[in-house]
């Protein structure tokens, strides 16, 4: 397991908000299929949904997205899992390879997802219904492309 890189102070601050147990960062030239296991109050399941759905499409819309999904599991109601796949890697997700005035310069399609206003939004809203006893897990996989 290789340490990711220290992510802007932005980042940081909404990543403490719901504490992350386990992160694994991607190290592979193809992109990456992140997972990430949440843990939410059972019954604020709808409410999840409504805070995510916009997230969801903002991420899809992204040209170096390939997939966004949220699931729930079966038998245990309050672990969500969203998976989604990128072009890019975990220092492009997370914004490490640009500086704060050079991601407001850019056009939103091409920013980083997680320090943008409207994803450290999105974890604020989820640390409101969040089971913070059991925290999250979020790992960065090395997408093996397959055409």
């Not at 694994?24 to 109050?41: A, E, F, N, R």
């Not at 989820?126 to 492309?145: E, T």
């Amino acid at each position: 397991m290789t340490t990711p890189p220290p992510p802007p102070a932005s980042v940081q601050t909404h990543r403490d908000l719901v504490p992350i147990n386990t992160f694994t960062s991607s190290t592979g030239q193809h992109g990456s299929l992140m997972v990430t296991d949440i843990y939410i109050l059972p019954d604020k399941l709808d409410e999840y949904v409504r805070l995510v759905a916009p997230v969801v499409r903002t991420m899809r819309d992204m040209p170096e997205c390939l997939f966004c999904e949220i699931s729930q599991d079966p038998t245990d109601a309050a672990h969500i899992r969203i998976q989604h796949s990128w072009t890019e890697g975990t220092d492009w997700f997370v914004g490490a390879n640009c500086c704060a005035r050079e991601l407001s310069s850019l056009d939103i399609r091409k920013q980083a997802c997680e320090s943008q206003q409207w994803f450290a939004d999105y974890v604020k809203g989820l640390a409101g219904i969040a089971d913070m006893s059991r925290g999250r897990n979020v790992a960065h996989f090395n997408r093996i492309p397959i055409d």
